[in-house]
């Protein structure tokens, strides 16, 4: 079985440019995740969806970071305009639906490392 | 919001040893526990998970236990091999909370041969 995918792998773009990373999530996952993973930190969510609707975006900084799951598949993360502290690794991540186990794991992909200049 | 604390951020041992990372998280609502190992360049992997209604779980070489009480658990690696070197992360998900993970600082394991 096929992991999450995400590309580009890694990214260097000068400040106030755009930037777009792209996810594709584990087949039959209705969930997926955007972290953000600082060095030598652990991931924080950014969003999360269900399906194609966002769920929980309180984390994202919605005056420059927008997402979109269009078709409830893939999904792509979007910075404008990039700023210097926005450097991190942007990782994805999914999940199935938690079914009557209530099944919770998370899985993720290798990640974009963003370094902005 | 949840917290979750993690120590030690560094942990060295020799080979065959074994090793322990422990964290606390400040939500009683809290009810599955993950714990992810993150090698350089990569994505955090899923090695263990445990939820609020078990006290331990092992799987071969890793162990986790955790005390409701008092808002604790670890990981437990025994029998340290070089390739167990990487980063870890304990996480916490609150009951409700969506399947929203708080993660831990992190921990870099060090196997020394």
């Known amino acids: 079985e096929a992991g999450v995918v995400q590309s580009p792998r890694y990214k260097i773009i000068e400040k106030k440019q755009p930037v777009a990373f792209w996810c594709n999530p584990i087949?039959?996952?209705?969930?997926l995740y955007w972290y953000r993973q600082n060095l030598g930190q652990g991931p924080e969510l950014l969003i999360r969806y269900e399906n194609e609707e966002a769920v929980d975006d309180s984390q994202l900084p919605k005056d420059r970071f927008s997402a979109e799951r269009l078709k409830g598949v893939d999904s792509t993360l979007k910075i404008q305009p990039a700023e210097l502290g926005d450097s991190a690794v942007y990782l994805c991540?999914?999940?199935?639906?938690?079914?009557?186990?209530?099944?919770?794991?998370?899985?993720f992909g290798p990640g974009t490392r963003l370094t902005v200049t | 919001g949840e917290n979750v604390e993690q120590h030690p951020s560094t942990l060295s041992v020799q080979e065959g040893d074994s090793a322990v990372i422990k964290c606390t998280y400040s939500?009683?609502?809290?009810?599955?526990f993950p714990w992810y190992k993150q090698e350089l360049g990569k994505g955090p992997q899923l090695i263990i998970d445990?939820?609020?209604?078990?006290g331990e779980k092992k799987d071969q070489r890793i162990a986790v236990t955790l005390n409701k009480t008092a808002k604790h658990f670890s990981l437990h690696i025994t029998e340290t091999q070089p390739e167990d070197s990487a980063v870890y992360f304990c996480?916490?998900?609150?009951?409700?909370?969506?399947?929203?993970?708080?993660f831990g600082t992190g921990t870099q394991l060090k196997v020394e041969l």
């Open positions: 445990i939820r609020s209604n078990v």
């Open positions: 087949s039959g996952h209705n969930t």
């Open positions: 996480a916490a998900k609150k009951t409700g909370g969506g399947n929203k993970l708080t």
């Open positions: 939500d009683s609502a809290s009810n599955y």
């Open positions: 991540a999914s999940s199935p639906d938690p079914g009557t186990d209530f099944t919770y794991e998370q899985y």
